[in-house]
Nanobody
Framework: QVQVVESGGGLVQAGVSLRLSCVAS????????MGWYRQAPGKQRELVAT???????NYADSVKGRFTISRDNAKNTVYLQMNSLKPEDTAVYYC????????????????WGQGTQVTVSS
C-alpha cells in the first residue's frame, strides 16, 4: 500500500501565504505525477495543480499567478506555495500521487491523502 500525508494547512487572513507539503511513502517503485485538489463544503472536489516527475505543471484558472506547485522526486514530496490567499480558497486540500507499486507483477496506484484544512478569513 502507498500512504499519502498532507501538512501545512491552517487559519490565515486574506492576502497572506501558506505552504502545503505532501509526502508519499510505502511500496513505491516510481511516481509519475502528484497533484493538489480541494473541496469546499457542499462543493465537488476540484483540481488545483498537478506536476509530473519531469516537472510539467498545470493549474486551475482560479489559482494561476498565485499558487505554485513543486516537487522533490527523491523524497516523493510535492509542495503547494499559496500566495495572496482569498476567502474563496477556503477548503480541504487533498494530495494525490500516481505511480507504480514495487514488486511483480507491475501494478499502478492512485493514492489520496486525508486532507488538510485551509481557512482564509476576510
Amino acid at each position: 500500500q502507498v500512504q499519502v500525508v498532507e501538512s501545512g494547512g491552517g487559519l490565515v487572513q486574506a492576502g497572506v501565504s501558506l505552504r502545503l507539503s505532501c509526502v508519499a511513502s510505502g511500496s513505491i517503485f516510481s511516481i509519475n505525477g502528484m497533484g493538489w485538489y480541494r473541496q469546499a463544503p457542499g462543493k465537488q472536489r476540484e483540481l488545483v495543480a498537478t506536476i509530473t516527475s519531469g516537472g510539467s505543471t498545470n493549474y486551475a484558472d482560479s489559482v494561476k499567478g498565485r499558487f505554485t506547485i513543486s516537487r522533490d522526486n527523491a523524497k516523493n514530496t510535492v509542495y503547494l506555495q499559496m500566495n495572496s490567499l482569498k476567502p474563496e480558497d477556503t477548503a480541504v486540500y487533498y494530495c494525490n500521487a500516481r505511480g507504480y507499486y514495487s514488486g511483480a507483477p507491475l501494478m499502478a496506484f492512485d493514492a489520496w491523502g486525508q486532507g488538510t484544512q485551509v481557512t482564509v478569513s476576510s
